[in-house]
């Protein structure tokens, strides 16, 4: 059974100048130990689509799908209390920007052992044994010191670490992490990767792994849904997508990688697919 299972899922936001179709009837499905690669430019729904898999939308988001499921329970048709059991304990997400989705008034200490304390009732000589043992697990030094610390007295990149830390706290099932290393610079990016990497081949945890760097893609992914204008553009696995792309959005996104460049401006989309309406001006 699949982890997490999507069929046609519709998110409608409700807006000033009216409703505004976010991701338009996307499907895909992740399973135990797989690492699923969502990729797709800017504004192409993907942080949407998860947001909406996780229930976590604002309410002027209308969300809809045929079958929403994590391990075979129906996440629409439970209730937030039900919901609220699952998401920050069975899935997880890291969310794409780590310094603003920490609070900033709490310690980071604090802001973890909420999670222990909530999810797995700890109590509080259990909760911080275990945040010392995350924080040292995502590699951040001094562990005991840094618990006392606000996310403002942190770089970037250790709050990625503590973000990262705070969603594996409860050994998630599947973790959902969104464009994880797109804030960090090139070295960071590689340790957060491998870190990601590590832990994922550690715990057995499904992963979807969304970003738009295709070197990303293809050191990590198993397989790849490529997303673009809120739709899926194609699905394959990794080695598949390529060596062979279906669609013409896969082919322009592999074109516009500057390593098949040849030192020219690279295409536009557009351009590359002058004869594909689908793929004509620019993502809304
Ligand atoms: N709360 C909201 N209200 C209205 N529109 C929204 C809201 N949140 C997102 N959108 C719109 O939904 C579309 C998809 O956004 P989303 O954040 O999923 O893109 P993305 O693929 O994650 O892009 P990026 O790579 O930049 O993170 C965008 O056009 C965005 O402006
Ligand atoms: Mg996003």
Redesign the pocket.
């Known amino acids: 059974m699949a982890l997490l299972e999507i069929e046609n899922l519709v ?1 409608e ?3 000033a100048t009216g409703p ?1 179709r ?2 338009d009837g996307v499907s895909m499905k992740v399973h135990e130990k797989e690492v699923l690669a ?1 990729v ?12 909406a898999a996780m229930g976590l ?2 309410w ?2 209308k969300v809809t799908a045929d079958k929403l499921t994590f391990n075979g329970r129906d996440l629409l048709g439970m209730s937030s209390a039900e919901r609220k059991k699952i998401i920050g304990k069975d899935i997880s997400m890291i969310f ?1 920007e780590p310094v603003a989705s920490l609070n900033p008034c709490f310690t980071v200490g604090f802001q973890i052992e909420e999670v222990l304390r909530i999810h797995l009732g700890l109590d509080k000589a259990q909760r911080r044994k275990r945040a010392i043992e995350l924080f040292e697990a995502v590699g951040i030094p001094d562990p005991a010191e840094r618990l006392g610390h606000y996310p403002h007295q942190m770089s970037g990149g250790q709050c990625q670490r503590v973000m990262i830390a705070i969603a594996i706290a409860c050994n998630p099932k599947l973790l959902i992490a ?2 994880p290393t ?1 804030a960090l610079d090139v070295t960071i990016q590689k340790q957060i990767l491998d870190l990601l990497m590590r832990l994922q081949a550690e715990h057995g945890m499904g992963l979807i792994m ?1 970003t ?1 760097n295709m070197g990303v893609v293809a050191e990590t992914a198993d397989r790849v849904v490529v ?1 673009y204008k ?1 739709r899926k553009m194609e699905e394959a696995d990794v080695l598949s997508l390529f060596e062979s792309p279906k669609s013409n959005y896969t082919r322009a996104l592999l074109a516009a990688l500057p390593d098949n460049a040849t030192g020219d401006r690279l295409p536009t989309i557009s351009e590359l697919f002058v004869d594909d309406p689908s793929l004509q001006g620019a ?2």
Do not use: W, Y
């Open positions: 998110v936001f409700q807006t505004f976010a991701v969502i797709g430019e800017s504004g192409s729904g993907k942080s949407v689509s998860m947001l939308l604002p002027t988001a794409q969104d464009e797109t969304i738009h997303q809120g993502a809304r």
